[in-house]
């Protein structure tokens, strides 16, 4: 499975960018996608997750801020960030994964200026 992330870019605190992670390859049917990211000299961190039914969890720091979803048809999960802020600089990483198996994607970089 490859995973493909886009929509990283630089924008000013308050705005908005939309992530989008394509995934190719044998994906199973059921199966969790993420989105994890990483800041300068911090440890990788969830920021939300959907399963391939459609259930969705956002961690409390971007709760009301960023909205995840996915279209199972074209096997892509998006992340849409509002009222972006300067601590959502970093590097964020697409995820898939599931009891048997686990694929990362290459990151994308959010800088959010204040």
């Known amino acids: 499975v490859l995973l493909q992330a886009s929509g990283g870019g630089l924008v000013q605190a308050g705005g908005t960018l939309r992530l989008s992670c394509a995934a190719s390859?044998?994906?199973?049917?059921?199966?969790?996608m993420g989105w994890y990211r990483q800041a300068e000299g911090k440890q990788r961190e969830l920021v939300a997750t959907i399963t391939s039914g459609g259930a969705a969890n956002v961690v409390d720091s971007v709760k009301g801020r960023f909205t995840i979803s996915r279209d199972n048809a074209k096997n892509t999960v998006y992340l849409q960030m509002n009222s972006l802020k300067p601590e959502d600089t970093a590097v964020y990483y697409c995820?898939?994964?599931?009891?048997?198996?686990?694929?990362w994607g290459k990151g994308t970089l959010v800088t959010v200026s204040s």
């Open positions: 995820n898939l994964q599931n009891f048997a198996m686990d694929f």
């Open positions: 390859g044998s994906i199973p049917s059921f199966n969790l």
